[in-house]
C-alpha cells in the first residue's frame, strides 16, 4: 500500500512533527490538548456520516429516477401510437414505427445512473460533512476565550519555529524544490 500518497512515509516532515509535539506538550496544558483532541476527531466524523448520508441519498434518488423512467416507458409503450398523418393540404405521410426503440431503460443505464448519482451524493455528503465538522470543531475551540488564545500563542509559536527552521535550511543552500 505504500503506492498511496496517503501511506507513504514523508521524511520530510518527521522534524515538523517533533517541533508540534514539543508546542503540544509544553505550550498547552492538559485540558487545552483534550479539547484540541477532541475537535480533531469532529471532522473525519462528520465527513464520515456526511458521506454515507450523501451515498444514500444518492442511490435512492438514483432508484427513484429509475423507477420514474421506467413507468415512463411503459406509458409510452401502452399508448395508442398514429400510423399516419394528414396535413392540410391533404397530404398523407406514414409514421415510422419507433416500439423498437421504447424497450425500456437498459442495464447499462440503470448502473450509470446508479454510480453517477451515488457518486455524486457522496461527494456532496462529504464536503457538507467536512464543512459541518470544521464548524464544530471551530465552535468547540472558541467555545472558551481564554482556551482559543492559549491555542492560538502555541500555533503562533510553531508557526515561528517552522519558519525559523525554512529559513535555516534555505541559509545552508538545500534546494528549494524537493527533498534533500
Same mark, same amino acid.
Given at each position: 500500500?505504500?503506492?498511496? +500518497?496517503? *501511506? ?12 508540534? /509535539? ?5 505550550? !498547552? ?5 483534550? #479539547?484540541?483532541?477532541? +475537535? ?14 450523501? !451515498? %444514500?441519498?444518492? @442511490?435512492?434518488? +438514483? @432508484?427513484?429516477?429509475?423507477? @420514474? ?13 398514429? @400510423? ?7 397530404? #398523407? ?21 446508479? *454510480? *453517477?448519482? %451515488?457518486? %455524486? $451524493?457522496? *461527494? ?8 459541518? $465538522? ?11 476565550? $481564554? ?9 503562533? /509559536? ?5 519558519? =525559523?527552521?525554512?529559513?535555516? =535550511? !534555505? ?6 524544490? %524537493?527533498? +534533500?
Amino acid at each position: 500500500m505504500s503506492g498511496l +500518497a496517503l *501511506f507513504r512515509p514523508a521524511h520530510q516532515y518527521d522534524d515538523l512533527q517533533k517541533i508540534a /509535539n514539543e508546542h503540544f506538550k509544553h505550550d !498547552l496544558g492538559p485540558e487545552d490538548r483534550e #479539547t484540541l483532541k477532541s +475537535a480533531s476527531k469532529k471532522i473525519p466524523t462528520h465527513t464520515m456520516i456526511g458521506s454515507m448520508l450523501g !451515498l %444514500g441519498l444518492g @442511490v435512492y434518488a +438514483a @432508484v427513484r429516477l429509475r423507477r @420514474v423512467r421506467a413507468d415512463m416507458f411503459a406509458s409510452l409503450r401502452a399508448a395508442e401510437k398514429p @400510423v399516419k398523418v394528414i396535413f392540410a393540404d391533404g397530404r #398523407t405521410e406514414a409514421v415510422p414505427d419507433i416500439s423498437p426503440l421504447l424497450q425500456g431503460p437498459s442495464r447499462f443505464g440503470d448502473w450509470a445512473t446508479t *454510480f *453517477f448519482f %451515488g457518486l %455524486g $451524493g457522496l *461527494f456532496l455528503g462529504g464536503e457538507s460533512g467536512f464543512l459541518t $465538522g470544521s464548524w464544530s470543531a471551530a465552535r468547540t475551540i472558541t467555545v472558551d476565550p $481564554g482556551r482559543q488564545e492559549r491555542i492560538e500563542k502555541a500555533y503562533r /509559536n510553531f508557526r515561528i519555529d517552522v519558519l =525559523k527552521k525554512e529559513i535555516e =535550511k !534555505l541559509e545552508a543552500g538545500h534546494p528549494v524544490f %524537493g527533498d +534533500a
